[in-house]
């Protein structure tokens, strides 16, 4: 569904802010989602494909991750904040961002983010946004002519404050383009939040409960979530643009670089 408005063809823009809404959307035919986790999936997976990691094979279950490291994949997984027993490492971005992976391709599983990509995976396009890609990202969806729907991860279907204020930063760089305009209520409320918080994403941040489970209470994966350059690769990807596609039904990999 697209709109005229002032006898301009216009894009919509939706943002459903848990997973647990994503069966009610309103926007029809093709659209591209957006997938946000904050905290932290979207930002480690734009620290990823940074860092030249070949593929990313997200995964809903702890089984599927399981049977994955049988055969000899590296494993990111996580629950609760929580590294599990048979994973390599976490959910942190910094797990991502060292030479032991680059080129090799990581099976993914975490508590929100790799969930809604499982929603996600028929849409026309996914793409995943954090506020290390936001400028890259936004060029990226004014050229593709396309209804957007920003999906938040949120906190086990509950709705989250630091994925909602990136709703807003983005939706608030996609209407200076004359071809968006919001549709619904939340995208509205979205980019109401990111005005209050534009001035200190940390320190709106730092409100989120979700900070203050377990490992994401760390300050440098809070800070560097809220787009603070604090690590040196952090310069290779600010601005840089991560789309992925599906090869099959579940590898994912980078375009756009």
Same mark, same amino acid.
């Given at each position: 569904?697209?709109?005229?408005?002032?006898?301009?063809?216009?894009?919509?823009?939706?943002?459903?802010?848990?997973?647990?809404?994503?069966?009610?959307?309103?926007?029809?035919?093709?659209?591209?989602?957006?997938?946000?986790?904050?905290?932290?999936?979207?930002?480690?997976?734009?620290?990823?494909?940074?860092?030249?990691?070949?593929?990313?094979?997200?995964?809903?279950?702890?089984?599927?991750?399981?049977?994955?490291?049988?055969?000899?994949?590296?494993?990111?997984?996580?629950?609760?904040?929580?590294?599990?027993?048979?994973?390599?490492?976490?959910?942190?971005?910094?797990?991502?961002?060292?030479?032991?992976?680059?080129?090799?391709?990581?099976?993914?599983?975490?508590?929100?983010?790799?969930?809604?990509? @499982?929603? +996600?995976?028929? $849409?026309?396009? /996914?793409?995943?946004? !954090?506020?290390? &890609?936001?400028? *890259?990202?936004?060029?990226?969806?004014?050229?593709?002519?396309?209804?957007?729907?920003?999906?938040?991860?949120?906190?086990?279907?509950?709705?989250?404050?630091?994925?909602?204020?990136?709703?807003?930063?983005?939706?608030?760089?996609?209407?200076?383009?004359?071809?968006?305009?919001?549709?619904? @209520?939340? +995208?509205?409320? $979205?980019?109401? /939040?990111?005005?209050? !918080?534009?001035? &200190?994403?940390? *320190?709106?941040?730092?409100?989120?409960?979700?900070?203050?489970?377990?490992?994401?209470?760390?300050?440098?994966?809070?800070?560097?979530?809220?787009?603070?350059?604090?690590?040196?690769?952090?310069?290779?990807?600010?601005?840089?643009?991560?789309?992925?596609?599906?090869?099959?039904?579940?590898?994912?990999?980078?375009?756009?670089?």
């Amino acid at each position: 569904m697209h709109i005229i408005f002032n006898n301009i063809y216009m894009n919509t823009i939706e943002v459903c802010l848990t997973p647990k809404l994503f069966d009610e959307i309103i926007t029809k035919g093709n659209y591209i989602v957006v997938m946000v986790d904050i905290l932290r999936a979207s930002t480690s997976i734009c620290a990823a494909f940074a860092n030249d990691v070949k593929a990313i094979i997200p995964v809903a279950s702890l089984d599927e991750a399981r049977e994955y490291k049988k055969k000899g994949y590296l494993v990111a997984s996580e629950r609760d904040g929580k590294v599990l027993d048979f994973a390599d490492f976490g959910n942190s971005a910094f797990n991502f961002m060292t030479k032991d992976v680059v080129g090799t391709t990581i099976v993914y599983s975490t508590t929100n983010g790799t969930q809604a990509i @499982d929603l +996600a995976k028929h $849409s026309k396009g /996914l793409a995943i946004g !954090a506020f290390t &890609n936001l400028s *890259a990202l936004t060029t990226y969806l004014i050229h593709q002519n396309s209804n957007i729907v920003i999906l938040c991860s949120g906190w086990k279907n509950k709705f989250n404050l630091e994925d909602t204020i990136f709703a807003g930063a983005l939706i608030e760089r996609l209407i200076l383009d004359a071809h968006f305009k919001m549709d619904c @209520d939340a +995208a509205e409320a $979205s980019l109401d /939040l990111w005005k209050m !918080a534009k001035d &200190n994403p940390l *320190a709106y941040v730092e409100k989120a409960a979700h900070r203050h489970r377990h490992e994401c209470g760390r300050h440098e994966d809070r800070y560097f979530g809220a787009g603070y350059a604090i690590h040196p690769a952090t310069r290779a990807f600010i601005g840089h643009f991560t789309l992925l596609r599906y090869e099959g039904t579940c590898r994912l990999v980078c375009e756009g670089r």
